[in-house]
Structure formats: C-alpha cells, structure tokens
Nanobody, 124 residues
Framework: QVQLVESGGGSVQAGGSLRLSCAAS????????MGWFRQAPGSEREGVAA????????YYADSVKGRFTIFQDNAKNTVYLQMNSLKPEDTAMYYC?????????????????WGQGTQVTVSS
C-alpha cells in the first residue's frame, strides 16, 4: 500500500501562485510515476502533470505547460506541483496519484493510489 497526503491548496487571485505538495508513505519504492490530476464540478478528472520516480521525466497537459512545474524530492518521498500565473479556469480539486503498474500518464486508469485532494480556487 502507498498512502498519499496532499497539502498546499487555497484561494488566490488570478496571476498568483501556489505550490501543492504530496507526501507518500508506505511501500513508496513501488511507485513507477506520480501524477497530479484535477477535477472541477461537473467535469471529468483531468491529468495535469506527471513525473517518473526514477529518471525524473516530466509530462504536462497543454493547458498548464509553461505555467506549472512538477518536481520531486525522493529523499522525502514528496512530489510538488508549482503553479504560477494561475487562471480562474484552474479552479478545481487537485489530486495526487501514484502509478505502480504504469500506463498513459494522463489516464486516471494508470494510477493505483490516490490522495484525498486539496482545493484550489482562483478568483478573477
């Protein structure tokens, strides 16, 4: 089992920044890659970014490229999502997820463990 706990959400004005954290515990060595997803009310869960635990390759949704950065501190088993130039359309519940068996990084089906989510609200 892998447990994931997100933190760092909050309310910010458009153009502002937030940094989300995701601390992993348990069988952390099983993680293949980590991802951040978001889900707004009435919308499907959307893959935002992902990072391979070994190697550090990163992937981003087109909607956040150039604004968001995913990075990790493997010594702390923590993954971060730095969000800059936030827009009202970034408002959503953000979830951290861990993939053990792999798959497309942008697909929720590729992830085996999920955090409880942290709310991000961007006002105009």
């Amino acid at each position: 089992q892998v447990q994931l706990v997100e933190s760092g959400g909050g309310s910010v004005q458009a153009g502002g920044s937030l940094r989300l954290s995701c601390a992993a515990s348990g069988y952390t060595y099983r993680r293949n890659f980590m991802g951040w997803f978001r889900q707004a009310p009435g919308s499907e869960r959307e893959g935002v970014a992902a990072i391979y635990t070994r190697g550090g390759s990163t992937y981003y949704a087109d909607s956040v490229k150039g604004r968001f950065t995913i990075f990790q501190d493997n010594a702390k088993n923590t993954v971060y999502l730095q969000m800059n130039s936030l827009k009202p359309e970034d408002t959503a519940m953000y979830y951290c997820a861990a993939s053990v068996y792999g798959g497309p990084w942008y697909s929720a089906m590729a992830y085996d463990y999920w955090g409880q989510g942290t709310q991000v609200t961007v006002s105009s």
